[in-house]
């Protein structure tokens, strides 16, 4: 190790064959026999292969000492496959085992609950007539409004379009575990041939809106028509028509116009943007993502470009999100499949060249049969207000990371919030009644961020109100809107002929005979019911915590015996084989939770 110097560039401790400092987030590696620490970019040594690792050598002293000492591979069905007594424990998810085993299932076809379109008729009357509650399959892009790359597009390109240095999350599909890996590493990885490689990788979350290849991708017209981003966020170029009548801004503009400091929010606002409208997934042959829902009930649209894709759908009903949230509070998560613990679980191929949208609350794994790229987007939209609120609250409830939240989802809100009254506004100014979707949105934004800016709640929030949005006004706005409109109490309906439903009754006051009528409630299967608050609702890789706390049966086979379920042994910390160096060397690397 480097010794300490009088200057302030000697007084740190210096590490590796780059002679640089201990850089917080950086994966390290120590030295069994010199005792040095080298970063892993350095050495060529992935964290996620560190694990594997019992003796390592670094590029010096494997002159004298032989190369690096790997731990024996004892089975092919365990996250860790050096675990001991494996072969009296069960299959975990995304294991080699875990993918013969999906492989030999049926499950039923998701032909009578997937919705196949033309890429015409995928437009916003029909969503706005319709809604948008079962998912959608375009065989063919023409004419939904999508522009991506040719198919001979190739991970190379990406990233050549992204940056070559650009760091990326992979994750490792056999153990469930999430690294950083530059993209030109990723593209080494990429372009070996599937039986060469040591493991199987996985890239669901690049997130490429400020890049070069944005300039690409777009996605479907009905998508920025409904998306939020697109349609209420200031500093947007361009607004897209989601109405018969043209859209208007007029709100931003006098904001954008109103002065100096408005112009500087509006601006600092602008670079806080949610990026989470394009991603490019770059998916290894048999990676699997486990059972999940989009943050913040969000929708999903997703074009696999290169590939195939399978997805496990399953309806977001109260049984099935009470058994979601179950699943999600055991040890042996990965040793349950959660298709099994609900009433249906759909089978629905995505081949390449086809789109498909994902309503708010489905709930979804997915295997990758061939190697893929796709391309996707998640967006929140008008057409699922109170869903979006009660997932968000349920997040919070139980905790989730703020890195899998959706970004700035409160201030999209209050931006939303004024798009709707002006929306409301000018369809009620033409004589027309403004859909019942407008209605319950305005309702259930205006009771909600009243409950924001309570004098008990607004320290909690104060950070997501928009600097350039007087928030009393948009509240008040809210009111006048909803009492313009004739619109009384909201109150939470159920319908006894359906085994779920999650609505709000509203109730119109009128100058005909009927002196009182309530309008027709829209039925959504994809919606969640207060019942199932606690359910646990994340993105991404599916995370362990919830509030609740029952026993469900193991549906993954054990590789021998009939013995239940174990817990896994220890944390993955403390199976992780970097050490941490001593009190002067750098702290050791907390292990990102997946």
């Not at 944005?214 to 028509?241: A, F, I, K, M």
């Not at 005979?513 to 969640?528: G, H, I």
Request: proline share 6%.
């Amino acid at each position: 190790m480097a010794r300490k110097g009088s200057n302030q560039q000697d007084e740190e401790e210096l590490y590796c064959i780059c002679r640089k400092a201990y850089k917080a987030g950086v994966f390290m590696i120590e030295c069994d026999i010199c005792e040095d620490w080298f970063h892993g970019s350095c050495v060529s040594i992935s964290e996620t292969e560190g694990d594997d690792i019992d003796k390592y050598h670094c590029p010096k002293c494997s002159e004298t000492h032989g190369l690096t000492i790997y731990k024996p591979r004892r089975n092919n069905h365990r996250h860790q496959f050096s675990e001991t007594d494996a072969e009296n424990k069960a299959i975990q998810a995304g294991t080699a085992a875990f993918i013969e085993w999906l492989q030999t299932r049926s499950f039923e076809s998701a032909e009578g609950v997937i919705k196949h379109m033309k890429g015409s008729d995928v437009t916003m009357a029909k969503f706005q007539k319709n809604g948008f509650e079962h998912p959608i399959m375009v065989k063919e892009k023409k004419g939904l409004g999508l522009f991506v790359p040719p198919p001979d597009f190739a991970v190379t390109d990406v990233a050549r379009d992204v940056g070559p240095t650009r760091q990326v999350d992979v994750i490792d599909a056999n153990r469930q575990e999430d690294f950083k890996m530059s993209m030109a590493d990723w593209c080494v990885y990429f372009n070996t041939p599937p039986k060469d490689r040591d493991r199987i990788l996985n890239v669901i979350s690049l997130e490429f809106s400020d890049t070069q290849l944005s300039q690409c991708v777009e996605p479907p017209t009905v998508v920025q028509q409904l998306d939020w981003v697109e349609l209420c966020w200031p500093g947007s170029d361009e607004r897209n028509n989601s109405d018969d009548e043209e859209e208007e801004d007029g709100y931003w503009k006098q904001q954008q116009s109103s002065g100096a400091d408005t112009a500087q929010s509006a601006s600092a606002e602008k670079l806080a943007r949610p990026k989470v409208q394009k991603y490019c997934l770059m998916s290894a042959q048999n990676s699997y993502t486990d059972f999940h829902i989009d943050f913040g009930g969000s929708s999903v649209w997703y074009h696999v470009l290169k590939g195939e894709k399978v997805f496990y759908l399953i309806r977001p009903t109260v049984a099935n999100l009470e058994r979601y949230t179950s699943w999600h509070a055991e040890d042996c998560q990965s040793e349950n499949f959660l298709g099994d613990l609900v009433d249906h679980c759909y089978e629905c191929r995505v081949k390449a060249g086809a789109t498909l949208l994902i309503p708010s609350g489905w709930i979804h794994a997915v295997w990758t049969p061939q190697d893929s790229l796709v391309f996707g987007g998640n967006f929140l939209h008008s057409l699922a207000i109170p869903l979006q609120l009660e997932i968000n609250q349920i997040e919070k409830r139980v905790k989730v990371q703020e890195r899998h939240l959706f970004p700035n989802f409160e201030m999209l809100h209050w931006y939303a919030a004024t798009y709707l009254v002006e929306q409301s506004d000018r369809i009620r100014s033409s004589g027309k009644d403004a859909p019942s979707y407008i209605k319950t949105g305005l309702v259930t934004l205006h009771r909600t961020l009243k409950t924001w800016t309570l004098d008990t709640k607004i320290n909690q929030h104060r950070n997501e109100i928009p600097r350039n949005v007087p928030y009393s006004r948009v509240i008040r706005n809210l009111s006048d809107e909803i009492k313009a409109l004739g619109l009384g109490e909201c109150k939470p309906a159920k319908s006894p002929r359906q085994p779920y439903q999650r609505t709000l009754s509203i109730s119109t006051v009128t100058r005909s005979s009927e002196q009182r009528m309530v309008s027709k409630p829209q039925t959504s299967e994809a919606s969640t019911a207060s019942a199932v608050a606690s359910a646990l609702i994340v993105s991404g890789p599916v995370h362990s915590s919830s509030v609740v706390t029952t026993t469900a049966t193991l549906t993954m086979p054990l590789l021998h015996g009939n013995k239940p379920p174990m817990d896994r042994l220890g944390s993955l910390e403390a199976m992780k084989r970097s050490k941490s160096p001593d009190q002067t060397s750098p702290p050791p690397k907390v292990k990102r939770e997946g």
